[in-house]
């Protein structure tokens, strides 16, 4: 059975959204936010390559076999099963930092989540990294001795100005120390003297790197990025006559939800 309605008179004044003045909040207000795309990988293995085929309910011959994993050994995604492609720089109102209290495996953190407001032509999928470039944050991170000169932490180094009562420092890395064979030494290693920030890396400089050091643990500052977890305003289209004849499909800002990279994922 269909249910017809009447028809309604549109001759009247009506209130549209203006897409312009939506635009014009996230150019003035907007953050610069480094948007990269994700897709899937399509290195997973199936449990027939496993030597692990089973028969499960909804099988159908001849494929019997399902998607177990992804290849660690893949160059491309090394096991995580994402593709990470088409950076760009783009603006958005970031709003609403909020969370729950989370014991993580490296402590205690925020369930940190955000809201970010983008333009329609910014549409992004699950998964989608936005790493906010106008803001730093304070990352622990312990990394064993690579054995270099030079030493990659997890995320790039970023060099923030403090207003001491000494006058402006920049600075990248507020705390380093080590252990050697599991002890931790009681000797700090400071950004200045044992080593500098390069390229966003740790550059020991000469003589200035403990011997025999099995782990460092490091206090930095890195721009943090956010993973897109979910899509509360993802479809915001509206029809709008504004100066027009007809009723024009009109796509509005949208609004996700992003959580802490670094978060994502811990227990």
Not at 1 to 11: A, G, I, K, N, Y
Not at 40 to 63: F, R, V
Not at 79 to 95: D, E, L, M
Not at 173 to 186: D, F, M, R
Request: hydrophobic share 35%; proline share 5%.
């Amino acid at each position: 059975m269909q249910f017809p309605l009447p028809e309604q008179s549109l001759t009247k004044t009506r209130a549209d959204f203006r897409d312009v003045e939506f635009r014009k909040l996230i150019a003035q207000k907007g953050l610069n936010v480094k948007w990269t795309q994700t897709a899937q990988c399509p290195c997973s293995l199936k449990t027939e390559d496993l030597n692990m085929d089973i028969d499960y309910i909804g099988a159908s011959a001849p494929d019997k076999s399902i998607d177990s994993s992804f290849n660690n050994a893949c160059t491309v995604c090394s096991g995580g099963g994402k593709i990470y492609h088409s950076p760009q720089n783009i603006q958005a109102v970031v709003t609403g930092a909020e969370g729950d209290y989370l014991n993580a495996r490296f402590g205690g953190y925020r369930d940190g989540v955000i809201n970010l407001t983008l333009n329609p032509e910014h549409l992004p999928a699950f998964g989608d990294r936005f790493e906010l470039l106008d803001s730093v944050m304070l990352y622990q991170e312990m990394i064993e001795d690579n054995g270099q000169d030079t030493l990659a932490l997890r995320f790039p180094i970023q060099q923030r100005t403090l207003a001491l009562a000494s006058g402006n420092k920049t600075v990248g890395v507020t705390y380093c120390s080590y252990a050697v064979n599991n002890e931790t030494s009681t000797n700090e290693l400071g950004q200045g003297t044992h080593f500098d920030v390069v390229d966003n890396k740790i550059s020991w400089r000469a003589n200035q790197k403990p011997e025999n050091v099995t782990k460092f643990t490091f206090s930095y500052y890195i721009h943090p990025s956010y993973i897109c977890v979910g899509f509360p305003n993802s479809v915001r289209d509206t029809h709008v006559r504004f100066k027009q004849t007809i009723d024009v499909n009109t796509p509005l800002p949208i609004r996700i939800q992003a959580k802490l990279e670094f978060l994502e994922g811990a227990t």
